[in-house]
């Protein structure tokens, strides 16, 4: 081959390498352009605030259920049936167990027909009396008043009869029809039939009076209902007593008993936790009595969750101190929601007191935990720009966090989508 054809061939080479290569750079270009040009990310922001920090007491102490009820029947007899066991959350007012009801059935029944009877009474006793709806009282209607109206109307009608015969044989005797001794009969005819309606009106007034007085009677009969309504009332409670039920909602910790066992009234069915909150007893020294009140909050933690801090409030203060420990006990409240903390858990506890200094909180959904790293960080943003901060963890106050280092008061931090953040990440809420 000649010289000039091989140099035609090398130019020929040349050119094409260098436009493969200026294609590549634009490529790459394309690319840097490309990924400037992504979308920023959607967090949402929370904010960073500067509060007072109590100093602490350190103790110890354990978890103890807020309330414990041994469970007894109100009723004896034998336990037809248990709807519950151990480790059962029961609400309040639930049947956890029953007792044989045929004998307090049958007693019900008795008491529920001796009111019906007692109420008969009544309405007998007011028939007699004459009470019609209302309670309105008409003596005339009262059987022993009916028949001394009726013995009075009838000695009034002789008593006129026997007057308009004496006053007929009177005239005639006047007249000198009719002897002397004839008309002393109608006389005496005529004073024996006014006596006999005097008295017959005596009568019907004391039969008017004496329906009134009874009405005692009507009391008595109405007393007799109450009884028996009261009666009543005690077959239906024991009734219903045969029904065990769940004084407060929580969890069943024991259930001795079985079905086919008689039970007392001393006997335990179940033991009830109520587990929300939990109570925390803790130990304090002596010197550290006058620090604490009621309110302030503690910090505890668990050997079942050494990760996990637990917040709780001061509820009570012992007012006596132990003379052998020289300790006082102190009680707190905690939120037990998914029922992670026990009963009998050892605790280590830190409850604030007064006096302080100056912290910096975010919110706990604002700490992200980088695995790779084994650190903790905060995304601090600035003018829609994230800024990554490592950052030193400190105490707890309910769902806000002290950053010990790395964060500053009154800054916006993203609290979302931290595992997709990174430094001079471009983000937008």
């Known amino acids: 081959m000649s010289i000039s054809v091989k140099r035609i061939v090398f130019l020929s080479l040349l050119s094409a390498t260098a436009m493969a290569c200026s294609s590549g750079k634009g490529s790459g270009s394309a690319n840097a352009n490309a990924s400037a040009e992504k979308p920023p990310i959607q967090v949402t922001l929370g904010r960073s605030v500067g509060r007072e920090i109590g100093s602490t ?14 469970v007894a029947p109100k009723v004896a007899g034998k336990v037809v049936s248990v709807t519950i066991d151990v480790g059962d959350f029961v609400s309040a007012g639930q049947t956890i167990a029953k007792v044989d009801d ?49 013995n009075y109307e009838q000695a009034q009608a002789e008593l006129r009869q026997a007057e308009a015969n004496e006053k007929r044989y009177r005239e005639l005797k006047e007249s000198g029809d009719v002897a002397e001794i004839t008309y002393e009969q109608f006389k005496t005819a005529r004073d024996t039939a006014n006596s006999r ?10 039969a008017i009076n004496t329906a009134k007085q009874s009405n005692q009677a009507i009391l008595t009969a109405q007393a007799g209902v109450q009884t028996a309504i009261t009666q009543l009332e005690n077959a239906q409670k024991n009734l219903a007593d045969t029904s065990i039920k769940a004084p407060f909602g929580g969890y069943v910790s024991a259930r001795p008993v079985a079905v086919g066992e008689f039970v007392s009234t001393s006997s335990v069915v179940a033991t009830i936790l109520r587990t929300n909150p939990m109570k925390a007893q ?68 830190k409850i604030t007191r007064e006096g302080g ?44 966090i002290q950053i010990v280092t790395g964060v500053d008061a009154d800054q916006n931090v993203a609290t979302s989508n931290l595992d997709q953040l990174f430094e001079g990440a471009k983000v937008s809420s």
Request: hydrophobic fraction near 45%.
């Open 57 to 70: 007491i350190s103790a110890s102490g354990s978890l103890v259920a807020e309330e414990s009820s041994d």
């Open 102 to 150: 045929r004998d307090v059935r049958y007693q019900v029944a008795i008491a529920q027909a001796a009111v019906n009877s007692a109420r008969s009474a009544v309405r007998q006793a007011e028939a007699r009396l004459g009470l019609l709806d209302k309670n309105r009282f008409d003596a005339s209607v009262v059987p022993e008043v009916r028949a001394a109206n009726a």
């Open 197 to 206: 309606a005097n008295n017959a009106k005596q009568q019907l007034e004391a």
């Open 282 to 349: 803790i130990q304090i020294a002596e010197a550290d009595v006058p620090y604490i009140v009621g309110g302030r909050g503690v910090s505890l933690e668990v050997d079942a969750y050494k990760d996990r801090k637990f917040a709780g409030t001061v509820s009570a203060v012992n007012p006596a101190v132990d003379p052998t420990s020289r300790s006082a006990m102190v009680e707190a409240l905690v939120e037990n929601n998914g029922n992670l903390l026990r009963s009998g858990m050892f605790v280590q506890a």
């Open 357 to 400: 200094t100056a912290g910096v909180f975010v919110p706990k959904s604002a700490v992200y935990n980088d695995a790779s790293t084994q650190s903790q960080r905060v995304f601090v943003v600035i003018e829609g720009v994230a800024k990554l901060k490592t950052v030193q963890l400190g105490v707890e106050e309910g769902d806000m």
